[in-house]
C-alpha cells in the first residue's frame, strides 16, 4: 500500500504547487510510482505540468463525482517526466457545492473513496490543495496518512502556521491517525536576516516536524511551470532541483520511521 500525502496550508502562495511537482519528480528519480492528484479548481498543478484540456476523458471533478466514473479513468501521464497525474480546471469548483450537499460524514468520505482504490498502484500518491480549508481539502486530509505542510520564511506567515497546525488537529479529530510528515519551510532567501530567525523560530517550535532541507528562493521555480517541466527537468543541475531531491529522500526515510 503506497503512502498518500496532502500538501496543505491554509495561505496560497507558499509552495504548495511546486512542492507536489517537484517532490513528485524528485520520487519518480528515485524509481518511485507517483500519482499527482491537483485538487485546485485554479488547476495550477496540470498547468505547470503541461497538462492540457483537449482529449482529456475527465477531470478530478469527474473523477470524485461522475457516477459510474472512476479516478482512474482521469488519470494522464506526463511524457517524459515519469509521473501521472489527475488532473483539474475550473470545474471543480462545484465540487464545493455538491460536497455542500452532503452530510458530513458522506462528504468526509468523497476523496477517500476515489483515492484508496488506487493506493496497490503507486508509491506515493500527493495531492495538491488550494488555498482556505474548504470541504474539499478536508476531505482530502481525510484520506490522506499524512500532510505536508509548506510555510514561507516570513514571519507573517507563522500565524498561517499556527492556523494550519489548529486544523490539522482538527482533523485528526476525525482522523486520529494522520500524521504530519513535515514543515517544508520555502523561499529563503539567505541574504535576509530575518528569514535565518524564522528558520530557527520555527525550528524551535516545531522540533523534528520541520523538514532539515529548506527551499530557497530562485526564479527558476518561477520559470519551471512556463516550460511545462518540473525543476529536475528544467534546471536538472541546478540547486534548485537538487533541494527537492533532499526532500525526498527525508519522505521516504520519515515513511520508514514511522
Ligand atoms: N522557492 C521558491 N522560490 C521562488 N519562487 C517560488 C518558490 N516556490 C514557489 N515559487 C513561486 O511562487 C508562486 C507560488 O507558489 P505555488 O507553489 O504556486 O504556491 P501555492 O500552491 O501554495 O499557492 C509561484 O509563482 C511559484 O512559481
Ligand atoms: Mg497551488
Known sequence: MGRTIVVANQKGGVGKTTTVVNLGAGLVEMRKRVLLIDLDPRGDLSAHLGVVKEGLVGTVYEGLLKEGMGMEEVIVSVEGVGVEVAPADSNLAAAEWVLADMDSSEREQVVARAVSPLGDDYDFILIDTGPGLHLLSV???????????????????LHGLQQITGNIKQVQGVRPDLRICGILLTMHDRRTRHHQQVIEMVREGFGELVFKTVIPRTIKFEESPASGQPITKYAPTSEAAEVYRKVAKEVIERGREA
Open 139 to 157: 476531505s482530502a486530509l481525510a484520506a490522506a496518512d499524512e500532510v505536508i505542510v509548506p510555510q514561507q520564511c516570513s514571519y507573517l506567515a
